[in-house]
């Protein structure tokens, strides 16, 4: 399993190795809507990690879950890997961040849209793949691990949306 885990998570930072956030939105603006305006987090994202995915911490991330909800397709897609990266580890993981997550998915489902973007132009076809993967990862050795029936459904969705 160790080794399908490490598998895996090269497989994410491959995929999304040149994903930026450049002007997208970040996780603490994002919280900062979410908390309809908040000083600490606006302050935070003035010097937000928008280079490199692998250099947010999860910490921030598992503290802000609500927020993914106000993430722009750019935010979205930069934060995706983190957040897949961090679920794949037992160690890291959170069920309501990976909840969050999974909710933000399946809500792609009726337009396949995340805000104005198509979803099939927001991640490219390495990484709709890696998601298709993680979600497949999820669904058949983490079954105790995730909420099934949504992973089930954001795997149909991400699928169809592909």
Not at 42 to 62: F, G, H, K, M, Y
Not at 85 to 113: E, G, K, Y
Request: contains cysteine.
């Amino acid at each position: 399993m160790q080794t399908l885990r490490i598998w895996l998570a090269d497989y994410i930072e491959h995929a999304f190795r040149r994903v930026t956030l450049g002007d997208g939105t970040s996780i603490y603006r994002a919280e900062s809507i979410d908390d309809y305006g908040n000083p600490l987090e606006d302050e935070l994202d003035q010097t937000a990690e928008r280079i490199d995915w692998r250099r947010v911490p999860n910490a921030d991330l598992l503290k802000r879950n609500w927020a993914l909800h106000h993430l722009d397709a750019k935010g979205f897609r930069f934060y995706t890997p983190a957040i897949l990266a961090m679920m794949i580890d037992p160690q890291n993981r959170s069920s309501m961040l990976m909840d969050t997550f999974l909710f933000r998915l399946i809500r792609v489902d009726t337009d396949c849209m995340i805000g104005d973007e198509c979803f099939h132009r927001i991640f490219n076809a390495s990484q709709r793949a890696a998601i298709i993967r993680f979600l497949k990862f999820a669904q058949h050795n983490e079954p105790r691990g995730f909420n099934d029936v949504d992973v089930r459904r954001a795997l149909e969705v991400v699928k169809r949306c592909s």
